[in-house]
C-alpha cells in the first residue's frame, strides 16, 4: 500500500495538539498495510526510496510513530500502516551536561528535536555486536522506542565514564539524575 499521496494521506489525519505529542498509545485503528518508508541507521527518513529533506515533515512523521513488539508503524485515530526501521527510529546527536559527579543530568537531543535527560524513566543501555565488539548504545526517548546514540555522542559520555562495581565486576559508566548506566567493563 503505497504511493506518493499516502504519506501526505497519512499526514492529514493527525490531530494538531500544540506541543504535545499525539497520544498514538491510545489509538488502535484497524491495519491497512506496510507503506514504502524506512528509517536508516543514521536517523536519515526514505519515502518511496528517497530521502525525506523537510525536516518539519519528518518532525511530523516521527510523533505518531509506535513499536509494538520488534515491528514499527506510523498511526493515526484511523490508520496503521507499517514502516521498516534498520535500527532505531531516532538518533541522539547531542549531549548536554548538566552538573557534575552522581548528580549530573544528561540531556540528549535527537535528530527530530526530541529532548530527554537520562535517568530511571529514559535509561541508557548498551549492546555490543557479537561479531565486530562495536559497541552500539541507546537512550530510551519515549513509550517502546530509543534512539540510537551517535558515535561521537559516545565518545563524549566515555569522558564523562566513572569506574564502578557491579556484582564483582568493574565497569565504565555514567550518571545522570541519580542512576549509574554501565556503558562497558573496565579493561
Not at 154 to 182: K, M, N
Request: net charge negative; aromatic share 10%; glycine share 8%.
Amino acid at each position: 500500500m503505497s504511493g506518493p499521496g499516502k504519506a501526505n494521506d497519512l499526514l492529514a489525519q493527525i490531530p494538531k495538539t500544540g506541543k504535545e505529542l499525539p497520544p498514538v498509545h491510545l489509538w488502535n485503528p484497524d491495519f491497512c498495510g506496510d507503506i514504502d518508508m524506512r528509517i536508516a541507521r543514521d536517523g536519515t527518513w526514505f519515502y518511496l526510496g528517497t530521502p525525506i529533506g523537510r525536516k518539519p515533515m519528518v518532525r511530523l512523521f516521527s510523533t505518531i510513530i509506535r513499536r509494538d513488539g520488534d515491528d514499527y508503524f506510523l498511526i493515526t485515530p484511523v490508520e496503521k500502516v507499517g514502516i521498516k526501521v534498520d535500527d532505531a527510529p531516532f538518533v541522539a546527536v547531542l549531549l548536554e551536561v548538566l552538573g557534575e559527579g552522581e548528580t549530573q543530568v544528561l540531556r540528549f537531543t535527537t535528530l527530530v528535536d526530541d529532548v530527554v535527560e537520562a535517568g530511571a524513566e529514559h535509561p541508557l543501555r548498551v549492546t555490543i555486536d557479537p561479531q565486530t565488539q562495536e559497541p552500539a548504545p541507546y537512550v530510551h526517548v519515549r513509550t517502546n522506542l530509543e534512539a540510537l546514540i551517535h558515535r561521537n555522542v559516545f565518545y563524549q559520555l566515555v569522558d564523562l565514564a566513572v569506574s564502578r562495581e557491579i556484582d564483582g565486576e568493574r565497569w565504565l559508566g555514567v550518571w545522570s539524575a541519580g542512576e549509574f548506566f554501565p556503558i562497558g567493563l573496565e579493561p
